[in-house]
């Protein structure tokens, strides 16, 4: 069973960073891609970065600039850098990891930016 944790959380002013980070264990055959998902109630999840196995990398409009996607394949761990944060980031983020035609999600870390 694969399972995924997120971490890195918090509370942040505007203009601040954070490092979420997210560990994948389990049975997970071969990695794709993984990525960060975010979410504000009642709204969709939203991509916000991904990442493939050889590191090509995909960002949402509102976040190219400031967001930093990474991975350490050999550890199963994916990270996101997040500069400059703006209101408008806070949200409940998401790891995701695309294992051939499965879909696996953390519980999600919430990130506050206050103003």
């Known amino acids: 069973q694969v399972q995924l944790v997120e971490s890195g959380g918090g509370l942040v002013q505007t203009g601040g960073s954070l490092r979420l980070s997210c560990v994948a264990s389990g049975s997970l055959g071969a990695v794709n891609v993984m990525s960060w998902y975010r979410q504000t109630p009642g709204k969709e999840r939203r991509l916000v970065a991904a990442?493939?196995?050889?590191?090509?990398?995909h960002y949402s409009d509102p976040v190219k600039g400031r967001f930093i996607i990474s991975r350490n394949s050999a550890k199963n761990e994916v990270y996101l850098q997040m500069n400059n944060l703006k209101a408008d980031d806070t949200a409940r983020y998401y790891c995701n990891l695309k294992v051939g035609s499965s879909d696996y999600w953390g519980q999600g870390t919430q990130v506050t930016v206050s103003s």
């Open positions: 990442i493939t196995v050889i590191g090509n990398t």
